[in-house]
């Protein structure tokens, strides 16, 4: 599928602290306006290891693995991504007198409607992680559509209602030419395409497009705290986003094994010294946990990728202490932005 | 059957379940189509060609309306953008596992989107079912019938 230009994102998991604010600054520019875009997080926030969101996305399979594609598993928005609800803030925290005059159930913060069943949310394990303490561990990972290279979305659609724009390499789907098939949802490993049961058809991450096109960053990457995005076109080699893929090397694609080529990378987080009984030279979060997300091509081993995250952790912790000798470092310059324009180069 | 202003098409099968909703990721509805070719006598079964579009009447059993459509090719169907052409109207019912729908519009077209019903002519015409709910049929995924006969006497 050949473009002209291709956007890229990087995003640093090291700075990442999980706050959410990608999400909401994308939730109330795109996906607020009617009832059927409740339950949609374009860019979401999981909590690795965890069950993602939606739940359990990374087995539900794509196009590129499944042969019966009819067998590929639509999971319920109530289930699989999340009935949203309300608490009743009004009750709990604007009564006269405070909690004494209150019964027990009108001074507790209770979500309306209640989760039933096997109910489910995007952030439903967050924080929950692995090990045991001391060394228990978890880090955040935000995920937006990766707007692939090859985008199987656009290869499951019948009707050429998704397509990869020529300009930027953007993928999106055409709100006029959808029908709500959701075979794209089928196809997608990702399942970053979600249906609006609404509308009654599909919806997905536009990377701001219409920013994109004034040269503004995307909303998750321009609102985010830790300043973690690196967004530039695959071939501006004056960007940060093409220097930490292509040259520094240390961003790495998420589950390149599912032949997509996505274009969010990601640099894999380092993590505090295992305590047994002593700190020890292991690392917190084990290499082998990353190595299952993270990777560089699709027909890479899972020796491989542990080699290469190890080398990445080589390289960051080599910079970083040359920084703190009082050294320059480019790597760190590029990871430390002073502005959003250091950061967003599109 | 027709009154000289209004043609009706009556449907009836059989249909275990009413999958009746596109609520959730996982629901489908049922649906059934009828093709005629919207100028020319003959056309290509699947959608049509560029040169001789066809003339779609969709039902699903989740539409307030069905949908006139349009289409000149595989990949192509969409519902016509004049509101002069959606002027179909129907009925539908399930009970005790029997679908029972109903399809009307005026004989003459409501644009040039649409087919004319001329009484004394004859037209091709074709069917095609989805079936809803854990067959999640839609799109191509569907029953079709090769080109029918349809006399407006």
């Not at chain 1, 397509?163 to 098939?181: A, F, H, N, T």
């Not at chain 1, 049961?197 to 096109?213: A, L, T, V």
Request: charged share 25%; net charge neutral.
């Amino acid at each position: 599928m050949p473009v002209q230009k291709q956007v890229r994102m990087v995003a640093d998991l090291n700075k990442c602290l999980g706050c959410h604010t990608c999400t909401m600054a994308c939730k109330t520019m795109w996906t607020d306006r009617n009832k059927g875009q409740m339950h949609m997080y374009w860019n979401n926030v999981e909590t690795r290891p965890g069950k993602g969101y939606p739940k359990d996305w990374e087995t539900q399979g794509g196009w590129f693995n499944t042969k019966d594609k009819n067998s590929i598993l639509l999971a319920s928005i109530n289930e699989g991504y999340g009935t949203p609800w309300e608490y009743n803030y009004d009750q709990v925290l604007k009564t006269n007198g405070g909690d004494a005059s209150e019964s027990v159930s009108e001074s507790v913060l209770t979500p309306s409607p209640r989760p039933s069943g096997n109910a489910y949310a995007s952030n439903w394990d967050e924080d929950v992680g692995e090990g045991t303490f001391p060394n228990s561990y978890y880090f955040y990972l935000p995920r937006i559509c990766n707007h692939c290279s090859d985008p199987p979305c656009v290869d499951a659609c019948p009707r050429q209602a998704v397509y990869k724009r020529k300009e930027d390499g953007i993928v999106l789907v055409d709100q006029k030419r959808c029908r709500g098939y959701r075979y794209c949802i089928k196809g997608c490993p990702y399942k970053k395409i979600y249906y609006n049961p609404e509308e009654k058809i599909s919806q997905k991450c536009i990377f701001c497009y219409p920013r994109i096109e004034q040269h503004k960053g995307n909303l998750c990457a321009t609102q985010c705290v830790g300043r973690i995005h690196h967004v530039g076109f695959a071939d501006d080699t004056a960007s940060g986003a093409y220097k930490l893929v292509n040259i520094w090397k240390v961003a790495l694609r998420l589950h390149p094994e599912f032949k997509t080529e996505p274009n969010v990378f990601y640099i894999p987080p380092l993590s505090p010294p295992v305590y047994s009984p002593q700190l020890t030279e292991d690392q917190r979060i084990p290499v082998e946990v990353l190595a299952n997300l993270f990777g560089d091509t699709s027909d890479q081993t899972h020796d491989q990728r542990v080699e290469r995250i190890k080398e990445i952790f080589r390289i960051i912790r080599t910079e970083r202490e040359k920084v703190a000798k009082g050294e320059r470092s480019e790597l760190i310059d590029i990871l430390i932005p002073h502005s959003e324009a250091d950061r967003i180069k599109v | 059957m027709h009154n000289g202003n209004d043609i009706f098409f009556f449907y009836q099968w059989n249909a275990a379940t009413e999958n009746n909703s596109v609520a959730d990721y996982p629901i489908f509805a049922d649906a059934i189509a009828m093709e005629i070719p919207l100028f020319t006598e003959e056309s290509i079964l699947c959608m049509g060609a560029m040169d001789k579009p066809v003339n779609i009447i969709f039902w699903r059993a989740d539409l307030p309306v069905p949908e006139n459509i349009v289409a000149g090719g595989m990949g192509t169907p969409q519902i016509s953008p004049d509101e002069a052409s959606q002027n179909i109207r129907h009925y539908q019912k399930w009970k005790d596992g029997i679908w029972d729908v109903i399809i009307t519009r005026p004989m003459a077209a409501g644009s040039e989107n649409q087919v004319s019903f001329v009484r004394g002519k004859n037209y091709r015409i074709a069917f095609a079912y989805w079936k809803g709910g854990a067959y999640a049929e839609r799109g191509g995924h569907k029953i079709v019938s090769e080109w029918q006969y349809l006399s407006i006497r």
